[in-house]
């Protein structure tokens, strides 16, 4: 999982509340991202970052946030808006948005009852 | 619109046997192509990828994956099958746009029995 740490790795939360997932790279990378999985789905993008103190919206950003106040770090909050919380969520980094692969965080399974 | 499809939910294989894995894309454009793996609640690894060039691609872990442009193929293969190669794989292709985005297939379980 390289130099990427999403903490924690499973996360309950009660429907109603917000969470924010950890995401923090030490690779010097410029380019973050934040995926959702579903079973059977693949992988959708829900924000990514170029650089620091901007971020762009994915295919499936509603219902959730993003920060980006430090190079390192790229925290996502999910919000009660967001209808179907539970998944797994995966944080990836890449140098920049021009370098082709991106390197993936051990994800972070939340689950909301 | 573009696009990656994995045909297959799940490949068996005998250890020891050539496996497959396929992967169809869509694009506009150059295809940058990827293989990545997953092992349970884990993240995802990286494998291979195209960009230009050789059609044969190796990778990681004695992977390795044959560009076709005519048939819009990426195909995963290795030579023998191990049991520990059993896993999610997915296929993906970089999106057009400058976004450095990803488009994921669906992913095939790999089963490798022994």
């Known amino acids: 999982d390289g130099g990427i740490t999403q903490s924690p790795k499973y996360l309950f939360r009660k429907e109603g509340q917000n969470v924010t997932l950890s995401c923090e790279q030490n690779?010097?990378?410029?380019?973050m991202y934040w995926y959702r999985q579903d079973p059977g789905q693949g992988l959708r993008l829900i924000y990514y970052?170029?650089?620091?103190?901007?971020?762009q919206k994915g295919d499936i950003a509603e219902g959730y946030s993003v920060s980006r106040e430090k190079k390192e770090s790229f925290p996502l909050t999910v919000t009660s808006a967001q209808k179907n919380p539970t998944a797994f969520y995966l944080c990836a980094s890449s140098q920049d948005l021009a370098t082709y692969e991106q390197y993936f965080g051990p994800g972070t399974r939340l689950t909301v009852t | 619109a573009q696009s990656v499809a994995q045909p297959e939910d799940q490949v068996n294989v005998a250890e020891g046997n050539p496996l497959t894995v396929k992967c169809t894309y869509s694009?506009?454009?150059?295809?940058?192509l990827f293989w990545y793996v997953q092992y349970p609640n884990r993240g995802l690894q990286f494998l291979l990828k195209y960009i230009t060039g050789d059609n044969l691609v190796k990778g990681s872990y004695g992977f390795e994956a044959e560009f076709n442009k005519s048939q819009t193929s990426f195909h995963l293969k290795k030579p023998s099958a191990l049991v520990s190669d059993s896993a999610l794989y997915f296929c993906?292709?970089?999106?057009?746009?400058?976004?450095?985005?990803?488009?994921f297939g669906q992913g095939t379980t790999l089963q490798v029995k022994p």
């Open positions: 694009v506009s454009g150059n295809p940058y």
């Open positions: 970052s170029q650089i620091v103190n901007d971020f």
């Open positions: 690779l010097n990378h410029d380019a």
């Open positions: 993906a292709v970089r999106d057009a746009g400058n976004t450095g985005k990803l488009i």
